[in-house]
């Protein structure tokens, strides 16, 4: 296979290129024309579809020393990885370059204002996050079954993963014989007649825990693989009624008990929401037809829920789920011209370890609230790095929402949670010339923002 030939040439590459001990890492600078050229070959043929000839161009990149430092060839790799949903392929090349940022010096390219760096970064922590290495033992005769995720994981992404594994099973052993390694996406997966928890965020081979023997594909663990299938086919999870029968009995794995409870509040979320859909479209609308009649103040005094102030209701939205947050970004990127403008907005965190995040990356701004409660104000002004770290007293966990009013006037920031205010807070040297970029995200697929708004603000 490609990825094993790129493996072992990765590892000569290593051993004749690192220098000894630990160098500063080198600054992002502009590839050669050559180099830029190859790179658009292989990100064409990646767009096309022929990830083995986009697989070939970056292969031979390695093989000279401008392709063998730079970030971008080995996000390439990773991604053709991804692309083939295989997390441990795309995992071994985004760590490769993690460790030429660290030890390969200056002759390391992370890219333009490291641009490539920050990609490999964002993905290695999105993995790390959400996957475990798990060893997988074949039976003695027959053809295993591979493991199944049920359920499977809410996020889209992970649940594509999740499916491929079948695939990268039967590879993997025609590959490595008779021990597997694969990388799992975190959560409750049938073996055999056997529902395991699995996470723990190990790696390495030498960090994964006791592994799993399969079952072999006959007589009655078929059957139950195929009952299995067919539940879930139809939306249902024989995987979540045996959990409750173990959470009922106490001997539910922590893990498995706190992700069940998310995915009950979730559903109890999204039930709520069903019911209040259309009294919130109906205040919307009313809203939008004294904006279009002229009666500002009384369109801004019925908030969707909110206290109002003077000013212009531009955009709003009766829910915004973590699905929808890149889109609402991208809208906002768009309209917004104003740099001055008061965010407001209700939002529900179903544990301590959700966490919510507003950033204006142009600007070098960010606002995250995480661990129950605990709000940073970070950014760049006049007298140089800012950063502003607060535990909010009033901070609600569960179904209750908080009330949150986030107010920006193009160079200070101010936050209030719950009627507790910080700021403001000079964010950036300089205030915005036209639109800015906005990115809001969230890590928890059960957290909701609603009943939000953005409006026109006069300033401090």
């Known amino acids: 296979m490609l990825f094993r030939t790129a493996a072992l040439l990765l590892v000569l590459v290593f051993a004749s290129s690192v ?10 600078r502009e590839a050669s024309p050559a180099l830029r050229r190859q790179l658009g070959a292989a990100w064409t043929m990646i767009e096309a579809g022929n990830l083995v000839r986009a697989t070939e161009i970056y292969l031979e990149l390695l093989g000279g020393p401008e392709g063998r430092d ?3 060839v080995y996000y ?3 991604l053709i990885g991804w692309e083939r949903r295989s997390a441990r392929d795309a995992y071994q090349w985004l760590i490769a370059a993690r460790r030429g940022e660290r030890e390969w010096g200056s002759g390391w390219n992370p890219g333009i204002n490291n641009r490539w760096q920050r990609r490999i970064e964002d993905r290695l922590r999105f993995i790390e996050t959400n996957f475990t290495l798990k060893l997988l033992r074949p039976p003695e005769r027959g053809e295993a079954i591979p493991p199944l995720a049920d359920p499977p994981p809410s996020d889209p992404v992970l649940a594509e993963f999740a499916a491929t594994i079948p695939e990268l099973l039967e590879v ?3 590959d490595e014989g008779r021990l597997v390694f694969l990388l799992l996406p975190n959560g409750s997966w049938w073996v055999g007649d056997r529902l395991e928890w699995h996470e723990g965020g190990a790696m390495e081979p030498t960090q994964a825990a006791e592994g799993w023997e399969l079952a072999a594909r006959t007589g009655r663990d078929e059957q139950q693989d195929i009952k299995r299938k067919a539940e879930m086919a139809v939306g249902g999870s024989l995987g979540r009624e045996l959990i409750g029968k173990l959470m009922i009995a106490r001997r539910a794995p922590a893990g498995m008990v706190q992700a069940e409870l998310r995915r009950r509040r979730a559903e109890a979320l999204a039930k709520e929401y069903a019911r209040r859909r259309p009294q919130l ?3 919307r609308a009313r809203q939008q037809a004294l904006v279009e009649a002229g009666k500002r103040t009384e369109a801004d005094e019925l908030g969707l829920g909110f206290g ?3 000013g212009q209701t531009l955009l709003t939205w009766n829910e915004v789920s973590p699905d929808t947050m890149g889109d609402v970004s991208r809208e906002l990127g768009e309209v917004w011209t104003d740099p001055a403008w008061h965010l407001r907005y209700a ?3 179903p544990s301590k370890s959700t966490k919510w995040s507003l950033e204006l990356p142009d600007l070098g701004v960010l606002v995250r609230i995480e661990k129950g409660g605990e709000l940073l104000i970070q950014g760049t002004n006049d007298a140089g790095r800012a950063r502003v770290r607060q535990s909010l007293a009033k901070w609600h966990l569960g179904a209750r929402p908080n009330r949150v009013d986030v107010w920006f006037d193009g160079r200070q920031l101010k936050v209030s949670a719950n009627g507790e205010v910080v700021g403001p807070v000079a964010v950036t040297r300089f205030a915005p010339d036209g639109s800015t970029r906005w990115r809001l995200a969230t890590n928890d697929e059960s957290a909701m923002m609603f009943d939000v708004r953005v409006e026109a603000f006069p300033g401090f």
């Open 347 to 349: 939002v529900v965190f």
């Open 70 to 72: 730079h970030a971008e």
């Open 19 to 28: 220098p000894f001990g630990t160098a500063q890492a080198g600054e992002g």
């Open 308 to 310: 109002g102030r003077g």
């Open 172 to 174: 993997a052993l025609q």
């Open 281 to 283: 479209e109906a205040l």
């Open 76 to 78: 390439g790799l990773s």
